[in-house]
């Protein structure tokens, strides 16, 4: 049984009491045994509590200058600082595990007929007041329409979710069919087991079993057909969120996915990316690059990541920032923007030799990968 993980107080106590300098070797071991524990921890949630603590630092040093003070209290000072100093550095170092543990090792499958055809949404908040039509479409991005009863639109936990399917498919043997439970599926995606995830991964099985696709896709050099309106996830005792579900695959999807279209995602850095844009990007980005396609007009990616925004300029705004935010993260060498004489703005990227780790993992047999291509006519 894995032993239980201790708060970062409970690591604190135990270096402080060696009474050692911080570049001792005991203390160094110390504080990369807490960081292993802190990992897990995402780019935004460290760096909020390494710039908290670092503000505290700064006051307690303001704090040492004050002429009242005694040496008890210098010595109570300094000892929190002390504190301080070696909380950031286990956060610094969990950062840097991070990376090396997760980002260069993705793991996670997506097959390339979802990441190629934009299926979720940049927006939760947005996905509620979408304009569905009489036969409750809620979404066509000129590669793929999706239908839903209740008028939702998929969105990025949504997809988050059916990352964690693929995943649970990869550990069944990619089996057409599968059982799972809510419980499984948490684990697999590394989320806590907490009634508050019991209940989103529930509501996201709902918008994915209830939601039917319609892709066109390509098979045997180039032959265009159209899947019509498949379901993906079929759901056993329905109304129990605690009960088994049931995955099946629809032919084609299946035919794709064992044939090795897929891409293989890293959690960690879908979780540091910070804008919903750059999230959905990197879904996308992995499976373009793998068919050798590395630029889009900007009105075709602003459609397909559910991009709202009606001003060009915004969209370049958004684009922009996603792409920034994907270049701090390693994932793009570099981007531009082109603009040509009518006006029309292309993105075009230079992927990382990061983002090609999801594609290479690809290449993991000798059989032929099925693409999945889609008609912009």
């Not at 524990?37 to 006051?59: D, G, H, L, P, R």
């Not at 007929?113 to 996905?127: E, H, L, N, Q, R």
Request: hydrophobic content about 35%.
């Amino acid at each position: 049984m894995a032993s239980k993980k201790q708060s970062i107080d409970q690591h604190l106590s135990k270096i402080m009491s060696l009474n050692l300098s911080i570049g001792d070797l005991a203390v160094q071991k110390l504080i990369a045994e807490a960081a292993d524990e802190f990992k897990t921890k995402t780019k935004s949630e460290t760096a909020k509590y390494i710039f908290e603590n670092s503000k505290k630092e700064v006051a307690l040093n303001m704090k040492l200058l004050e002429p009242s003070i005694t040496e008890d209290e210098k010595m109570e000072i300094n000892k929190q600082i002390q504190k301080l100093k070696i909380t950031n550095l286990i956060y610094e170092e969990a950062q840097q595990m991070r990376i090396k543990t997760y980002y260069s090792h993705p793991s996670f499958p997506y097959g390339h007929v979802f990441s190629d055809s934009g299926i979720s949404s940049v927006s939760t908040k947005m996905a509620k007041n979408v304009v569905v039509s009489e036969d409750n479409l809620v979404r066509d991005n000129r590669r793929t329409r999706i239908y839903h009863p209740s008028q939702k639109e998929l969105t990025l936990q949504d997809a988050k979710v059916l990352i964690g399917i693929h995943k649970l498919w990869e550990q069944h043997d990619k089996q057409k069919s599968f059982e799972f439970t809510i419980y499984s599926l948490a684990k697999a995606i590394n989320r806590d087991t907490s009634g508050k995830t019991y209940k989103e991964i529930w509501s996201s099985l709902e918008a994915l079993q209830d939601s039917k696709f319609e892709f066109i896709y390509a098979h045997e050099k180039g032959i265009l057909e159209t899947i019509d309106r498949i379901t993906i996830l079929q759901a056993i005792g329905k109304s129990d969120p605690n009960s088994s579900f049931k995955v099946t695959f629809s032919d084609a999807v299946y035919k794709s996915l064992k044939s090795g279209a897929i891409a293989y995602l890293s959690l960690a850095i879908l979780e540091d990316l910070n804008t919903n844009t750059a999230q959905n990007l990197y879904l996308f980005f992995p499976s373009q690059v793998e068919q050798g396609i590395t630029s889009w007009r900007i009105d075709e990616i602003c459609e397909l990541m559910g991009i709202k925004a009606n001003r060009p300029a915004k969209k370049i705004e958004i684009v922009k920032a996603a792409c920034d935010n994907m270049v701090e993260l390693t994932l793009l060498n570099s981007y531009k923007l082109h603009q040509d004489e009518a006006q029309n703005v292309t993105l075009i990227i230079n992927p990382s030799s990061l983002l090609l780790k999801s594609t290479k993992l690809a290449h993991h047999s000798d059989q032929k990968i099925e693409q999945i291509s889609l008609d912009l006519k």
